[in-house]
Each structure stands twice: as structure tokens, then as C-alpha cells.
């Protein structure tokens, strides 16, 4: 029998994914561990191993294809003593319905959904009787009995607005109804359905509540003449980053606090470091950054407020026992978090070994996913450009991050006398639900004095 090569997820989030390269032609003989094609994420770009051993009979993907879904048919595998050319000539038949295929680790079936890592991926079929004894098992849906596929957000927004599923077309795999299409419903109009008990609202009062939608993108092209610009389609990860920052800033209640930290011992000490480390063909076995030291405090000042190295969920607060550090690398087309894991048990020395091989890596597109997702806070440095200061934004699960600026000469006063001295503002940004406003100071207090007295991380 036919041996089905699918499109692997290759994170707990992903749902879709390019098939930018295939390593394997028709006809080759493939043995289990053979790379056999390349898969690129939003943010990076993994090789797939075969698990199987035969021939390659038919490339059901091509090669540049975009947004292939998560278990969808790529490739199919003549097994042994079978005809290479004939499952090709059958393999259309081969190919198996999205829902038949394998069902994930930790599956859960709970009242028609299915609950995967976690996470709400499909709904399987309306339950026969009403959710937590009401009237109506699908209060957003005019059809109780049809299958309703769509994101527990689009679900919850539909219901909110009095919204029927049932008559939108969903963008998402599989046609799952997701936000954007909601979204999109809102504005353009859509089938309201009454909710249970509540009362007609007045005509004359609707245009005044409704919010003016957004402008679409024929309005704003329309605002330019034409020929005037280029049109640059939004690649995975620029897609990624645009809908996380929006969740974050539309979701998370920022609050922003500003320290200035004097650099003069750090930048003696990290000289002083840098000059006696140990030589490896004819290379030191290090070389510290300032921005290395800045992780190295930040991870300190966590581990010494541990109250602040937290995640919010809505349903508890998870207190982290290491200070995991992120750390923004600006790549081609967009940005990665690239995580310094555990980095308060760590040297300056391997802080600063780990950060350039997680950096070259990163702007490779060969990070793996474990390597840019979690973590427990974020630095973004910005002082190699000359900013003075500015605001990163959070993101979440992280309840902090650092953003950092350049390190400048400025008059300080001392003892009254008013002396030159090497400053470098910082801004800690909060999420105000999880870290309060005098905690995210006493964090940002003793990140300031691992700064300015170096040695303490040393020690």
C-alpha cells in the first residue's frame, strides 16, 4: 500500500507552512533519516526527515508552494515490491480527507470539540443536546444541527455580536471560520441572530453605536496615485508579526517605566574581561557586548524580584523558576526571539558564545522552534543604532520587556559637582495585570544595579 508523506506541523501553533524546497525527485529510492524537502515557518526554515523506506512515486506538492495546511498530502511512497508508476497513477485516490488524518498526541474529545495540546483546534459535530442545560447548543448559529468549524476567538466575537457562523465563509484551514472573517462579516454585514431575551434595539440608535470600519485596501490604494508605488505581498512572517503585536497592544495593558544607568564600570569591566580571555587558534574564546551583560542583568534582576518572572493566563499566574531571556535579532523582512534559556545560571562568556550562534542562525532562517518560543522576558537593543530611548512592545506570554538605548556621554551631578559620565537610558515594559507598578520599579531597581556594579554578576 501507497505510504502518504503529510505536511508535518512543526510547532504546537503552526497551522500552515511553504514547501519551499523538495530534496528528493520522482523515482528516487528513499531510506528512513534521508532529508527529503524543506519546510519554512513564519520565522524559519526546517529540513523533513523520512520516516519510511521506498521509492518517491509522486510529488502531490511542488516545490514554492505556499500555505500548505498541517497534514495535508505532499508526497506519496511506493513501499516495497510496489510499482513506483502506478501509485502515481493512483495517488489522487490515495490522498486522504483532511479529517481522516492521524489524530495528534494528547487528543482529548469533549462535547463535540476536540482538544489538542492544549488547544481547541476543530469541532466535530454539534452536540444533539444544549451546552450547560440551555436552549440553544449554538446560540450564534441559526443551524443547531450543522457542522460549525471555527477558532474558539471567532466563536466568541460571532456571539457577541449576534453574528450566524453558518453564513461565513471561512479563510482558515479547512474553511475554519477564524477572527479576520468575523472581522470582516462586522463590517460588511452580516445575518444577525437575536439573542435569547433581548430586546429589539431601536433602528435609529445602530449607525450611531457602530464603530467606522477600518479601511480596506482598495480605499487606501485609491489615496495614491497610480504607479507611485510598489506593491510588496506580506510574506509568512511579516503576516506573524503584524497579528501578534496587534493581539498584544489590543489585549495587554502596557505601562511603561524609564531608568538611566551609568555604564562606566560595566564598559571597564567588559574591557577588562575581554582582554584576558583565552586564546583558541589564534582567536579569544569570547568576545562580550555590552548587550551580553545588559541579558546577564536583566536575568539577575528576575531571579532577584522573582515575583516579576511571570506569565499571565486568565485562569492562574504561572512563576517561573528560571529567567529565560529573549532577545529581538532583526532579520530580512522582520524580526525573531531568538532565548537565552536559564540565563541567570550562566556566564558572561556563554551568554555571549550562545547569543552569536542563535543570531547567525536566526538570520539563516535555521532556528527550531523550541529555540524562539516561550521564554519569560525580552531585551530589545537599540543603542547600536543611536536611539536614545524608546518602547518595545510585550510579547506575551512575557509580562516584561526591556528596551534599551544608547549608551552616551551626559553631565551628571556628583557630590554637587557636575562631571562627564557614559549614560544609557532603559524602558521596562509591563503588563499591568501581572507585574503592578511599584514591582515592575523594584525590578527595574535591581537591574539597574547589576548595571552599574558589574561585579555582582560575577559572583
Excluded at 264 to 270: E, F, I, M, V
Excluded at 410 to 426: D, E, N, P
Aim: with cysteine; glycine share 10%; proline share 7%.
Amino acid at each position: 500500500m501507497p505510504i502518504n508523506i503529510l505536511m508535518p506541523a512543526l510547532s504546537p501553533t503552526m497551522e500552515k507552512g511553504n514547501l519551499a524546497k523538495w530534496l528528493k525527485k520522482e523515482g528516487d529510492t528513499i531510506k528512513s533519516g534521508d532529508v527529503i524537502a524543506e519546510i519554512e515557518t513564519d520565522k524559519a526554515t526546517m529540513e523533513v526527515e523520512a520516516v519510511d523506506e521506498g521509492v518517491l512515486a509522486k510529488i502531490v506538492v511542488a516545490a514554492g508552494t505556499q500555505d500548505v495546511p498541517v497534514n495535508q498530502l505532499i508526497a506519496l511512497i511506493a513501499g516495497e515490491g510496489e510499482d513506483a508508476k502506478a501509485v502515481a497513477a493512483g495517488g489522487a485516490a490515495a490522498a486522504p480527507a483532511p479529517a481522516a488524518a492521524p489524530a495528534p498526541v494528547a487528543e482529548i474529545q469533549n462535547g463535540g470539540h476536540t482538544l489538542t495540546n492544549g488547544k481547541i483546534e476543530n469541532e466535530r459535530t454539534a452536540p444533539s443536546k444544549p451546552l450547560g442545560g440551555g436552549s440553544d447548543p449554538w446560540p450564534w448559529s441559526s443551524n443547531p444541527g450543522s457542522r460549525v468549524f471555527a477558532s474558539p476567538l471567532a466563536k466568541r466575537i460571532a456571539k457577541d455580536a449576534g453574528i450566524d457562523l453558518a453564513a461565513i465563509k471561512g479563510s482558515g484551514p479547512h474553511g475554519r471560520v477564524v477572527m479576520a472573517d468575523v472581522e470582516a462579516a462586522k463590517s460588511g454585514g452580516a445575518k444577525i441572530i437575536p439573542m435569547p431575551g433581548a430586546a429589539a434595539a431601536a433602528p435609529a440608535a445602530s449607525p450611531k453605536a457602530a464603530p467606522a470600519p477600518a479601511m480596506g485596501d482598495d480605499q487606501i490604494k485609491k489615496l495614491f496615485a497610480e504607479g507611485s508605488y510598489e506593491e510588496i505581498p506580506h510574506d509568512g512572517m511579516r503576516k506573524t508579526i503584524a497579528r501578534r503585536l496587534q493581539e498584544s497592544k489590543s489585549t495587554v495593558p502596557h505601562f511603561y517605566l524609564t531608568v538611566d544607568c551609568e555604564l562606566d564600570a560595566l564598559l571597564a569591566l567588559r574591557e577588562q574581561i575581554n582582554k584576558s580571555a583565552p586564546v583558541k587558534d589564534g582567536k579569544p574564546a569570547f568576545k562580550l557586548s555590552v548587550n551580553d551583560m545588559v541579558i546577564k542583568a536583566m536575568a539577575m534582576a528576575l531571579k532577584a524580584v522573582p515575583d516579576a518572572n511571570v506569565s499571565w493566563t486568565e485562569g492562574s499566574m504561572l512563576k517561573h523558576r528560571h529567567a529565560d531571556v529573549g532577545v529581538a535579532v532583526s532579520i530580512p523582512g522582520g524580526l525573531i526571539t531568538p532565548i537565552i534559556r536559564g540565563a541567570c545560571h550562566k556566564t558572561l562568556s556563554t551568554i555571549s558564545n550562545e547569543m552569536k550562534d542563535l543570531a547567525a542562525r536566526a538570520k539563516a532562517r535555521k532556528l527550531k522552534p523550541e529555540e524562539y518560543q516561550g521564554g519569560t522576558t525580552a531585551v530589545s537593543n537599540l543603542g547600536m543604532f543611536g536611539v536614545k530611548d524608546f518602547a518595545a512592545v510585550i510579547n506575551p506570554p512575557h509580562a516584561t520587556i526591556l528596551a534599551v538605548g544608547a549608551g552616551e556621554q551626559r553631565a551628571v551631578v556628583k557630590g554637587g559637582q557636575v562631571i562627564a559620565a557614559t549614560v544609557m537610558s532603559v524602558t521596562l515594559s509591563t503588563d499591568h495585570r501581572a507585574v503592578d507598578g511599584a514591582l515592575g520599579a523594584e525590578l527595574l531597581q535591581a537591574f539597574k544595579g547589576y548595571i552599574e556594579n558589574p561585579m555582582g554578576m560575577l559572583v
